[in-house]
């Protein structure tokens, strides 16, 4: 059974930065392509970044390029979101998500991923 499970969340001023992390158990990371989604009140879920499995491919959203960055260490079963300059309107809940059939590339449609985390709160105050 594959788990995701996310830490990292908290409430930061703007300007400020946070780093996510999501751990992968039941399987290696190793092959599955990685995403992060972030879901604030009265939105529709939406994607933030995503990584290739062997990370060399990554998306951004247009609102968060530059600011924020993925990562990940298959030797630690481990997916981040560095997440830079923030601001008020990245307050969101945010998703890590793993899709273990995917080819080489990112992946940016929610539908195609199997598995999510739980969510990590995320509150930018002004």
């Known amino acids: 059974q594959v788990h995701l499970v996310e830490s990292g969340g908290g409430l930061v001023q703007a300007g400020g930065s946070l780093r996510l992390s999501c751990g992968l158990s039941?399987?290696?990371?190793?092959?599955?392509?990685m995403g992060w989604f972030r879901q604030a009140p009265g939105r529709e879920r939406e994607i933030v970044a995503a990584?290739?499995?062997?990370?060399?491919?990554?998306y951004y959203a247009d609102s968060v390029k530059g600011r924020f960055t993925i990562t990940r260490d298959n030797a630690k079963n481990t997916v981040y979101l560095q997440m830079n300059s923030l601001k008020p309107e990245d307050t969101a809940v945010y998703y890590c998500?793993?899709?273990?059939?995917?080819?080489?590339?990112?992946?940016?449609?929610?539908?195609?991923?199997?598995?999510w985390g739980q969510g990590t709160q995320v509150t930018v105050s002004s």
């Open positions: 998500a793993a899709d273990p059939s995917a080819g080489a590339g990112a992946v940016i449609d929610d539908r195609e991923y199997d598995y």
């Open positions: 039941g399987r290696t990371i190793s092959g599955v392509a």
């Open positions: 990584i290739s499995w062997r990370g060399v491919y990554t």
